[in-house]
């Protein structure tokens, strides 16, 4: 038998070399997989051969770096240190690699770093969440520490593969028993945040995080009423549970952890501020109006409730009208619109003529009511809000407290109207080109400041508040006696059509008469049928027609000044025997020495 001599490497070495570790020298040979001239070098270029006798019998390691190799080797009886090594240096993900001693194991974050210092992808991430390296990568690593045997490591690929992840797709996303049926991509935070699991789906009774009132607040659909939290963002889930970034200690721990500054208590029901300022329970439906609109308002994403107090005692509700009267609790409310019922989803004068033109629904007093002009003589309307706040106010009407950047007190119906003072009341504060009452003008035209109904209508049929300007707007055309023998029969074509009865007894007299007045006057005839007998005029300096109402309570204002054109002869018309003051009783007088009374007529009325 011939016996050859093996003089490669593995010959006498074993490869690895295979001597134990600590017997007494240390030994990593099984862990680096390399040939033997990656580190040897100086006595093997081919790896498998000695190629330097010198070197290798010279009872010294001789440890230098081969081709694509790179170190730093100090020795120590025990084996020695390797720094700066090309193959530890963290390829860029982990800085500074520690130097490693030959014979101790390296531990896969001895150059992939831990949870803190591993910041490629989501690996931080899921080694907080306690994941570890052969649960993904299973046909490198063995375990954190140990590598696959002769496995795929210094391959410079990434084998993905492992217990807990089934399949990651060309794009990085993961298919996971972990995620559930999300599918998050790898290195990208939000599809992996606290939503892609505990999503809340925009419909009631998901299977994901239904439970409680979590529906309402991460709704986004059109019926949400909630604060719309982000299902994607973290801090949206924030706002309510606590999170110190180490996900494994408060996350998986199987308790619902609650910021304890919440006020939330462990049996359902809590303040759970700065949201809610009163009592709310998780589970029994939504909150009430009332309870975020009254008292300690709640703020919602940075945004305090509107205060609706007073609009039990001075608002719609004093009425009997309810918030559900208007408002749909379904809809879209914080963030969106008003939350109204569909009927009132229109302008905002056509929500409030929803009601204010059913008589079926409102008192008479306050149907058909008009809105303002936005321009003297034109025909655009101002919303009823302008003026008019439906929630309620501490004014009378629900008055509006500020109104074009004026404060206002309108507490007396009978006076509220202007303010003498200031000349900024409640009409006034909008005024630039009225014949009266301008803003911060003196009025000095003698014009009421009672009684503004009267002649300016809100529920006019054009537009409120405008002047009705006719005469018989305030006393009819011509006006009626009050109190006749027999029945008196106007408001007909051609038999005196805008006549009506006046307001005070005597006021009316004889104006029905057709010598008087003609059955075919209209009232846009104006002044010129009354001139006969009220021939003072209505303007001038000290006019005779003083517009005040209501004529009852200004009776002295009525003065009869016959025409002297109509005088008998050279004599002086004579109206006599009248007694007219703003309290009862009156008495009226008859004409003489006038072209159609040469005698004393009777009196002008059959009563006074």
Not at 472 to 501: E, I, Q
Request: neutral net charge; charged residues 10%; aromatic residues 6%.
């Amino acid at each position: 038998m011939n016996n050859v001599l093996d003089l490669r490497c593995d010959g006498c070495h074993g490869f690895p070399p295979n001597y134990p570790n600590g017997s007494p020298k240390a030994n990593s040979h099984g862990s680096h997989n390399f040939s033997c001239d990656k580190c040897h070098f100086g006595t093997t270029s081919t790896g498998t051969t000695v190629t330097n006798t010198a070197n290798h019998e010279n009872g010294v390691y001789d440890v230098t770096a081969g081709p694509g190799a790179s170190f730093t080797y100090q020795y120590l009886s025990t084996g020695g240190t390797c720094s700066n090594i090309n193959c530890h240096s963290g390829s860029g993900i982990l800085s500074n690699a520690a130097p490693v001693s030959w014979g101790t194991a390296l531990g896969c974050i001895g150059c992939h770093g831990d949870s803190s210092t591993l910041a490629s992808g989501s690996h931080a991430k899921h080694l907080q969440k306690g994941a570890g390296c052969a649960d993904c990568h299973s046909a490198t690593a063995q375990s954190n520490t140990t590598l696959v045997a002769n496995g795929a490591h210094m391959d410079s690929a990434v084998e993905v593969s492992g217990s807990r992840l089934a399949v990651m797709s060309s794009n990085k996303t993961c298919t996971t028993a972990c995620h559930l049926a999300a599918t998050p991509q790898w290195g990208v935070a939000s599809t992996g945040a606290c939503g892609t699991c505990h999503a809340t789906l925009p419909s009631s009774g998901s299977a994901l995080i239904a439970s409680g009132a979590h529906f309402a607040h991460f709704s986004s659909s059109a019926t949400s009423y909630g604060p719309m939290l982000t299902q994607t963002s973290v801090t949206s889930c924030q706002a309510c549970h606590s999170y110190s970034g180490d996900l494994s200690a408060a996350h998986a721990n199987g308790l619902v952890d609650i910021n304890t500054g919440l006020g939330y208590l462990s049996s359902g029901t809590g303040s759970c501020t700065p949201c809610h300022q009163q009592r709310v329970s998780w589970t029994s439906g939504a909150v009430t109006c009332e309870s975020c609109h009254t008292g300690a308002l709640s703020v919602i994403n940075g945004k305090t409730a509107q205060d609706k107090g007073l609009a039990a005692t001075s608002g719609h509700g004093a009425a009997g009208k309810g918030c559900l009267s208007c408002h749909d609790r379904n809809q879209r409310h914080i963030g969106g619109a008003g939350r109204l019922i569909a009927p009132l989803t229109v302008s905002p004068n056509a929500q409030c003529s929803y009601c204010h033109n059913d008589a079926a629904v409102v008192q008479e007093n306050h149907l058909n009511m008009a809105s303002h002009v936005t321009v003297k003589g034109g025909d655009a309307t101002m919303a009823c809000t302008t003026c008019h706040d439906p929630h309620g106010t501490s004014n009378l009407s629900q008055i509006r407290t500020v109104i074009n950047g004026k404060s206002i007190t309108y507490t007396d119906a009978g006076t509220g109207f202007v303010d003498l003072t200031t000349n900024m009341g409640l009409c006034q504060v909008c005024h630039t080109k009225t014949a009266h009452y301008q803003a911060g003008v003196p009025e000095s035209g003698g014009h009421p400041t009672t009684g503004c109904l009267t002649c300016h209508k809100h529920d006019a049929t054009r537009a409120a508040f405008v002047p009705l300007g006719t005469c018989d707007a305030c006393h009819g055309y011509p006006p009626a006696p009050k109190r006749t023998a027999s029945a008196v029969l106007f408001g007909r074509m051609n038999n005196w059509s805008s006549a009506r009865f006046e307001d005070y007894s005597g006021g009316g007299g004889a104006h029905l008469v057709a010598a008087h007045i003609s059955p075919f006057a209209k009232a846009s005839e104006g002044w010129t049928n009354c001139t006969v007998c009220h021939n003072a005029g209505a303007t001038g300096s000290t006019p005779y027609h003083k517009m005040t109402t209501p004529v009852k309570d200004h009776i002295d204002n009525v003065t009869v000044l016959v025409d002297n054109s109509l005088r008998f002869a050279d004599s002086f018309t004579v109206y006599t025997g009248a007694k007219l003051t703003n309290a009862e009783p009156n008495a009226t007088g008859s004409c003489f020495n006038i072209a159609c009374h040469m005698s004393p007529s009777v009196r002008w009325s059959s009563e006074r």
